[in-house]
């Protein structure tokens, strides 16, 4: 089951709350209701919601101008908004995005594609809440320091704010992975860094660049994506691109972040011995970040559950990697993962999935 996330429904009609409250209950979600737009905005203030499903035609105050003000107030603007509607027409939806809307669902409601949009978008707000953990830190840090150091972090703010920018920008899409799993391999990465050498500063942007290495999976179709066995060959060339996918996304930012995260999201599946994609890679030219992140994310599916796999024991998983040592994955970057390996099992430990 995923973490307990808050949603809020919005909408006139009982029976349209009763129905996508059973179709999200069964996911482990803490599901909060409201019958008109007032209702709603006082919901939100109180329960400090995750998600709001929202409806568009309501009477007094109707879904456009509740997302209106949502989204203007700093406090609730990176709130998602899925816009739940029996409208189908272009200028509908275009006055949707034009107030903050961050997907659209179409009345009748499918069960798998609301399932499957909720777990993106929740997964998005859950990295922006991550940044913005980050950005508290340096900002407590910041007033003990010089100007100089003060016009620095406004500078990293900025940078900050254009990731969380660009990665809302995937809300309409979605991915079968929890948000702990991103703690996992990020966390992975930034200990493997500093037992290899690389210093607090190289570990520290492996750590918020790290979460970004699958983002171009929202670019794969749901039925690939979420396939609950093996893909065909077919299926897996279309697979295969979602790193192509993500390096685009992240192509041409300003942040260090950013820029770090594209080389890790294009190189990730890259292996030591060539055979890897996208571009067959071999050695030393595959960057350290990408081998990195590599072994961190494969250790992490080997023992996560999958829509097609069951999650290995940790033993099977370990003796994996070691078999792949020289051959899928770099040889120093194995013996530094070893090392530590029981630093690696404390932080599978402390961002475990929640059942």
């Known amino acids: 089951m995923p973490d307990s996330k808050r949603i809020l429904i919005v909408d006139d ?33 109180e329960n400090n919601v995750d998600l709001i499903l929202l409806d568009i035609m309501m009477p007094e105050m109707n879904g456009y101008e509740v997302a209106k ?31 903050g809307a961050d997907d659209f669902l179409s009345k009748p409601v499918d069960k798998t594609e609301l399932r499957a ?3 993106s978008l929740l997964k998005v707000k859950e990295y922006n809440d991550h940044m913005k953990e980050y950005q508290k830190r340096l900002e407590e840090e910041v007033k003990e320091r010089t100007k100089e150091l003060r016009k620095a972090f406004e500078k990293i703010k900025r940078l900050s704010l254009d990731t969380i ?28 860094a500093k037992e290899m050498g690389l210093g607090d500063k190289v570990a520290e942007a492996l750590l918020y660049a790290t979460p970004m290495h699958d983002i171009g999976k929202i670019g794969i179709p749901d039925h690939i994506l979420l396939k609950p066995g093996r893909l065909t060959p077919e299926e897996f060339e279309i697979m295969k691109r979602h790193t192509l996918i993500g390096a685009e996304i992240l192509h041409g930012a300003e942040s260090g ?12 599946h890259e292996r030591w011995d060539g055979k890897g994609y996208p571009r067959g890679l071999k050695g030393r030219e595959i960057p350290l970040a990408g081998r990195i992140v590599a072994i961190s994310d494969v250790f992490d599916a080997l023992i996560s559950r999958r829509p097609y796999k069951e999650p290995y024991p940790v033993e099977k998983s370990l003796k994996i990697i070691r078999e792949e040592r020289g ?29």
Request: aromatic share 8%.
């Open 327 to 355: 051959s899928h994955f770099d040889p120093e970057v194995v013996d530094a993962f070893f090392k530590i390996i029981d630093q690696i099992l404390s932080i599978k430990d402390r961002y475990r999935d929640k059942d």
């Open 117 to 119: 949009r909720v777990r």
């Open 69 to 99: 003000i949502l989204k203007e107030d700093e406090d609730t603007r990176l709130i998602p908004i899925v816009m739940v509607t029996a409208l189908s027409d272009l200028e509908s939806r275009v006055k949707a995005l034009e107030v």
């Open 257 to 268: 972040f950013l820029k770090l995260g594209e080389i890790i999201a294009l190189t990730h």
């Open 165 to 192: 920018y660009r990665l809302s920008k995937a809300a309409e899409y979605k991915d079968e992975e929890t948000g702990q799993h991103i703690k996992r391999v990020s966390n992975y990465a930034a200990a493997i």
């Open 13 to 45: 009609e009982d029976i349209n709350l009763k129905l996508l409250e059973a179709m999200l209950h069964p996911m482990g979600y803490t599901i909060y209701k409201a019958k008109n737009g007032k209702e709603a905005l006082r919901r939100v203030k």
